[in-house]
Each structure stands twice: as C-alpha cells, then as structure tokens.
C-alpha cells in the first residue's frame, strides 16, 4: 500500500507493522544491554519513536527518508534488517559503513534511505537539495525529512 492508495489497513499489515514496533523495541533492549556490559561502546534508543512504522504505508518505494536515529521502526519496515543495527552497533565490515560510521546512524542506498546525521537539524539541508532534484521525476517522489524533538526547542 502506497501513499496514494485510499485503502484503509487490513488487520494482517496492522500486525505486520506492530511486529516491525516489537522488534524496533527488541534491538534497543539488546543493544542497551550490550553496551551496559561494555560490548559496545555507543547506543542510542529509539524507545517512545516506534509510531514512526505507521509511515512505511504512506511513503512509497520511490520516496526518499532522511530518518532520525530514533526511527528505527520505519527503518525495519522498510526493509533494513535487524542484524544491520547489530553489524552497526559493533562497527564490523558488514555494517552499511563498513564499520565507519557512528551506531544507529544507518543508510540503505537500495531503499532509497539517506545517511543519518548526529545534529538533529542538519537532515534539512541534504533533503531539501534532494527534494529539489526530485520535484520532476515520474511518480512525484517525496522526501521524508525527520528532525527530532530537539528542533522544537528555541535557543538563547
């Protein structure tokens, strides 16, 4: 289901998308543990930002997300898989970066997911120039650009 079909969700995909919550929910529990045990040197939790799946219906394949780090459970339901955090979380070579890149901040290239950023307001920039390249294409994709709550904050 894409963002231009009118239908309302079917009980299967419901859970489907709760089970996407769930496990968002698993790989933070985990990785908290790993790195309370000194495992793993960073994690941060996405808890409280699983509602972030209800987008996997509304965007399509051809949209792009600039995601926050939180988003864990639209990232799921979009296709990454949960060993990605892992390979992530413990920087190996399998990881999108190749171990080079702070854990939670993913990319997936093949999904159409932009590389995570750690200021929660410079996904903005990248996405709007994106945005702009993309205003013509066929099937009018969009840009999810999601900046945190720390955004909503006013400075000194």
Not at 38 to 65: K, M, N, R, T, Y
Not at 94 to 100: E, I, L, M, V
Not at 122 to 148: F, H, M, T, W, Y
């Amino acid at each position: 289901m894409g963002r231009n079909d009118g239908d309302a969700l079917e009980t299967p995909r419901l859970v489907d998308l709760y089970r996407h919550m769930l496990a968002a929910r698993e790989v933070d529990r985990l990785e908290d543990g790993y790195t309370k045990r000194g495992e793993a040197f960073f994690h941060v939790s996405g808890a409280g930002h699983e509602g972030s799946v209800v987008l996997a219906d509304i965007l399509g394949p051809q949209d792009w997300l600039h995601c926050h780090y939180r988003d864990k459970a639209l990232m799921l339901a979009r296709g990454v898989s949960p060993e990605m955090f892992f390979h992530s979380l413990f920087c190996k070579d399998a990881s999108h970066s190749r171990g080079r890149q702070m854990s939670a901040h993913i990319s997936a290239p093949e999904l159409n997911i932009l590389s995570l950023v750690g200021p929660v307001g410079n996904n903005a920039l990248p996405s709007a120039g994106i945005a702009a390249e993309l205003k013509d294409r066929q099937g009018s994709p969009v840009v999810l650009c999601a900046l945190g709550d720390g955004m909503t904050q006013e400075g000194e």
